[in-house]
Structures are given as C-alpha cells and as structure tokens.
C-alpha cells in the first residue's frame, strides 16, 4: 500500500476521533442536563418532561429506519452529517429563543419542537454517525472503536463543564453546544472518506434497491437479532432509565445520593471510554455472537445484582458494570452485521435491528415497568426485569450466528 494511501486511512482515523470527541461533547453538554434544565430553569412539572422524553422517542422511532435507508444509499457522501453539524451549531438559538419560550407559553408546542430537535439531534444523530464511521473504519482498515472511543472521552468533557456552567447560567450550556458545532463544521469540511469507492465498486454493486430492503427483513437472522435487542437491550435500557432514583435511596438523603451518582455517573462514561480502546480486541478475539451473549449475561447480572444491592458500595459497583458491557456491544453489534449482512445495508440493519429496535420497544416497556415499580417496588420489578433479560439471552444462544467474518467492501 502506498505511503499516500497509508496517509489517507490516519487523516481519516483522527478526524473520525475528532468528529466524536466534539459530537458528544454536544450530547454531554445538554442531554444529560435536560430534565434538570426543564424543571429548574423553565419550571415546568415532571408530566411535562414525560411529554418532551415521548416526542424524543417518537421522532427517533420515526426517522431511524428512514435515515439507516437513506444512509445506505449515499454511501460516504455528507449530507445526513452536514444535517447533524447545523442542528449543533443551532443548539444555542434554537433553545433559548424557541424551545424555552415555546414551554412557558405550550407545554405541548414546546414538548413538540424540543422532542423533534433533540430526536434528530442525538435519539437519531448517534446512530448515523457511528453507522457512517463505521463504513469509514471498514474502508480504510482502522478499527472503529479506537475512533468512538473518543466519543466517551467527549461526553465526559461535555457532561463535566456543563455541570460547572449549569451553575454560573444554565443558557452557557447550548452556547459551549453550539461551539462545538463549528468544530464539527470545520471537520467535516476536510473529511472526505471513501474518496475512490466508487472507482473500485461498480455503480450497480453500490446501489441499494427497494427489493434489498425487502429481502433484508425477510431474513430471519436480522430478526433474531432484533429478538435480541428487544429482549436483552431494551430491557436493560428501560431498567436504566430511573436508576438514578432507586440510587438515591442508598443514602441518608437524595441530595447526597444525586452528588454521588454524578461523580458515579463521570466514573462510568471515562470507563466506558477506556473499555472501548479494548472492545474490538476482545471482540475478534471472542467473536460478534459470544461478544453479544457476553453483554446479555452481564446485564443480567447487573439488573438482578441492583434488586440484590444492600448498601452503596454494592449498588455503587452494579453501576460500574455498565462500563464493562455498553462499549462491547456497540463493537459487536457493528461487527455481528458486518459479518451477517450485505455490506450496503450496514447502516440500516444498525439504526433498524440496533437502534430502532430498542427504541421502539422503550415507548411501550417504559409506561408498564414504571407501574411495575410503583405496585412491586424496584427490587421485585428489578428481579423481573433480569429474568426476562436472561430469558431472551439464552435463547439467543441458539439464534445468533456464529459468523465471523466477510469481505469488508468487495472490489468489484
């Protein structure tokens, strides 16, 4: 491979880094922060946050499959990542002079154009551009996530500055968003992966028809992997999602339970980060399929150990354990469909089988598991909840392929 050719894939590596180091540093700058932002700085009840975390979900359920088609058939051209780069660079504008005024005078209007910006921004945003780099990594021979892991770093930096800002004005938070915007901006001007692609893959190979699409979700090993999602990631995903509350009853009251969790919460994201560094190691060493059950086993554990937990250093360690778990299964989810499916259909599988799938199945799971805790409480709902996570991992022992490996982008 020529010296040039050699230059291309480490320019391509680092402004892949760069991307999402800046992009999640806009994640870690405002989503963490959203419900805090909406109850404190705007001042609106916990319902109401209910309804701006719905028409999250709701456009992201929408638009995932429509953007993972769309991505697949653009190949390595910009357009959904230029989208991305002017909904950061407008986080500032668009929330203190639409999305805040429009909750105090609708809740309703203000829930929509929050939920429909935030939706796209990050509910279907992360997904394509980890589906793009992804594509970006298997062209190039880089090993994506060594490039996503500066994403973690970048959501820690993020989540870390805005907690300090938080205090001095909420409103500094969307500008430092927003600044990172332009970075994105300034990256993506140089970036130009796959610059040869169609050179080496004819025309007709590259496109992606109706009927692909029609045979992909006819097959059933992409529905055994939604089985999976469903079963195993969106259960723990839901699980997740109040775990901050049943923390703070570990302590003598929720203030200091809230301060621990953030400095617990910080903790996990740089371990995510260092855990990714490792993942595609452990990854193609174990394989996509023992990576995934690997991942299923450990949020078993994890939820059943949570109703388990008798004190805070116990429940403490059950949070840890996230870290060990969430970088691996972006890996091996990535690597399960690079080895199962048709290269071209890598970004829908991903934001459908992946994404969607989880998502999806949140809208429905979030309504009944909160009732669960309020009528059993969340150490019987938390036992539950960690059955059917092991339920749905055993069965996809016999479901999942053992695929390895297949061509990364055939050259003709």
Known sequence: MSSSGNGIQKQNYLLSSLWFLFFFICWGSCFPYLSLWLTERIGINSAEVGMVYTCIATVAVVFQPIFGILADKLHFRKHLMWMLVILMIAFAPWWIWVFAP???VSAIAGAAAGGIFIGLAFGCG?????????KVSRLDGFEFGR???WGGIGAAVGTFLSGKLFVVNPDYIFIMASAAGVCLALILLVFRPGKNFLGNVSSERAKVNKSDIFDLLCTKRFWFLVLYMVGV?????????????????????????????????????FLDAMTMFFAPAIVNRIGPKNALLYCGFIMTFRIIGSAMATGPVLISTMKLLHGFESSILIIATLKYISANFDW???????????????????????????????????????????????????ISVFTLSHKRVQPLIPAH
């Not at 992360?126 to 992804?134: N, P, R, S, T």
């Open 344 to 394: 071209k259909l890598s970004a829908t599988v991903y934001l459908i089988g992946f994404q969607f799938a989880k998502q999806f199945s949140q809208i429905f799971m979030s309504t009944t598991i909160g009732g669960m805790y309020d009528v059993l409480g969340f150490k019987e709902s938390y036992t539950i909840l960690g059955l059917v996570a092991l339920i749905f991992t055993v």
């Open 102 to 104: 429009l909750l105090k």
């Open 126 to 134: 992360c997904g394509v551009c980890e589906a793009y780099i992804d």
């Open 233 to 269: 990631g969106a259960v723990y995903e839901t699980y997740d999602q109040q775990f901050a509350v049943y923390y703070s009853t570990f302590f003598e009251s929720k203030a200091r339970g809230a301060e621990v969790f953030g400095y617990l919460y910080t903790a996990q994201i």
């Open 147 to 149: 490039a996503r892991m």
